[in-house]
Nanobody, 118 residues
Framework: QVQLVESGGGLVQPGGSLRLSCAAS????????MGWYRQAPGKQRVVVAL???????NYADSVKGRFTISRDNAKNTVYLQMNSLKPEDTAIYLC????????????WGQGTQVTVSS
């Protein structure tokens, strides 16, 4: 059973930075895509950033230029560096891994809370 464990969330002031980590219990190179999603209270879960196992990254328009996703296959970990944080970035951030077989299998972490407030 694949496990994804997020860490690095917390309370930060507007303009501040946080670095989220997602540690996988297996070799992440087997996942075609890994990424970060977020869900704010009363809102749907939305994609924040995705990265392929070739290292190609894509971002939601709302975080372009502020967030950077990266992956370290040797450490089986995916990171999300978040800079210039805004109150609207407040949400639970969840790590996702997609495994391609005859169908797409999605794995999720339990999430980490990010709160941006003064």
């Amino acid at each position: 059973q694949v496990q994804l464990v997020e860490s690095g969330g917390g309370l930060v002031q507007p303009g501040g930075s946080l670095r989220l980590s997602c540690a996988a219990s297996t070799n992440i190179f087997s996942f075609a895509i890994m990424g970060w999603y977020r869900q704010a209270p009363g809102k749907q879960r939305v994609v924040v950033a995705l990265i392929s196992n070739a290292g190609t990254a894509n971002y939601a328009d709302s975080v372009k230029g502020r967030f950077t996703i990266s992956r370290d296959n040797a450490k089986n970990t995916v990171y999300l560096q978040m800079n210039s944080l805004k109150p609207e970035d407040t949400a639970i951030y969840l790590c996702n891994a997609q495994y391609y077989s005859t169908s797409t299998i999605n794995y999720w972490g339990q999430g980490t809370q990010v709160t941006v407030s003064s």
